[in-house]
């Protein structure tokens, strides 16, 4: 059995790769070249309160013969998600289906997050056999963004082309969305996989968390991390009420416009972003779940400082 120690083992040099999976204390890593080595963490990790995340890029030291190695170093992360835990993605694709329901400001609390980030935004809508209509919809409420939204069927196989070419062009790709929408299926669809994949409850239309572990997949030239699904996200806890706007792309182009310099498109008079959603112009729901988060937002501040 190995003993934990602080310095490389036997004085090998680090090797660098991609932290493709994490299972209790125990991570795979991928080199460039594909090789992949089991690694645990040092204990300095756990003194620096530093947890590594699938799609860090470290540096490790592989262990000899059946041994383990052991996690050296995370390299500086591009971005950071807490849920799902995941670093320096770059392109996160929200995946939604008419069963379960969507949770649209779930989608968009994400999506604000991401965009504050700089990662790009994609929503796949799955499941068009039991709902061809529901991708059109919500393709409408995002166009304003310039968020594209793309219907497919994994269980059919119809739209996955697009996707893929979209997420070829994206880099490093995470599907997230709601146990049960169909992102493992998804993902076997488009890659030709196995990964596991289960059903929904009948009784409560939601699906049964089957992923479990975050995983990093590269296959014909995609990068994608299947994710745990999930169905609550809490609030930021460090967000200005004042920053939520920036991260509504369809604002942009009515910033300056408003009556009052400050105006947050909430309620005040003379709001040309509340005047462009009455032209329909920008979608009225997507304005509508940002006056919630604003709320959110502000309620959460307020607490913090009283
Ligand atoms: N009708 C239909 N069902 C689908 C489609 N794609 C997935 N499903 C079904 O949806 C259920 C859930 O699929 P999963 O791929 O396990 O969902 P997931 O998003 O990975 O769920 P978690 O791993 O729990 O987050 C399964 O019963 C799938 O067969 C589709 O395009 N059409
Ligand atoms: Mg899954
Ligand atoms: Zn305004």
Known sequence: MNTEHESPAGGQTPEEGVLVKGIGSFYTVRTEQG??????????????RMTPMVGDRVRFTPGQGEEHGWLEEILPRKTECLRPPVANVTMLVIVLAPVPEPDMLLADRQISRALAQGMDVAIVVNK?????????RIRREYAAAGIPVFGVSALRQTGLQEVRDAMASGGLCCLTGQSGAGKSTLLNALLDLNLETGSISRKISRGKNTTRHTELIEKNGLRVMDTAGFNLLEAENALEPEKLKERWPEFAAYEGKCRFRECLHDREPGCAVTEAARRGEISEE??????????????VWRERYD
């Open 286 to 299: 997507r304005l509508g779940r940002y006056r919630q988060l604003l709320a959110e937002a502000r309620e």
């Open 128 to 136: 068009s056999d039991l709902d061809p209509d529901l991708a059109g």
């Open 35 to 48: 090789a992949e080595f089991t690694v645990r963490c040092k204990k300095k990790f756990r003194r620096e």
